[in-house]
Nanobody, 127 residues
Framework: QVQMVESGGGLVQAGGSLRLSCAIS????????MGWFRQAPGKEREFVAA????????DYVDSVKGRFTISRDNAKEMVYLIMNSLKPEDTSVYYC????????????????????WGQGTTVTVSS
């Protein structure tokens, strides 16, 4: 069974940067799509970014385009989210998620289509 552990969250001032990491274990051969989602207190979980695990194609929500970069290291079974120019509205718990099967890319922005989730890492951006 695929398991994922996020790390790299913390407290940062507005305008600062963080790099989130997602370590995958239990076998990544069946993964097609890796995604990052976030959930702020009192709000629904929202899509942030996604990447095709063995292809590299990426997608971002408009609010983070040009500021965030998703990348992966297949050999190390890691996914990263580099976040620059952070804003207070980026404050959330960030989750990585794995989708099995090619069809998951078509639904990459829908959290319900992902099969495995990490426990989340908290990002707090102060103004």
């Amino acid at each position: 069974q695929v398991q994922m552990v996020e790390s790299g969250g913390g407290l940062v001032q507005a305008g600062g940067s963080l790099r989130l990491s997602c370590a995958i274990s239990g076998g990544s051969s069946g993964i097609y799509t890796m995604g990052w989602f976030r959930q702020a207190p009192g709000k629904e979980r929202e899509f942030v970014a996604a990447i095709i695990w063995r292809g590299g194609t990426t997608d971002y929500v408009d609010s983070v385009k040009g500021r965030f970069t998703i990348s992966r290291d297949n050999a190390k079974e890691m996914v990263y989210l580099i976040m620059n120019s952070l804003k207070p509205e980026d404050t959330s718990v960030y989750y990585c998620a794995a989708g099995l099967g090619r069809y998951t890319w078509a639904f990459r922005r829908e959290s319900s289509k992902y099969d495995y989730w990490g426990q989340g890492t908290t990002v707090t951006v102060s103004s």
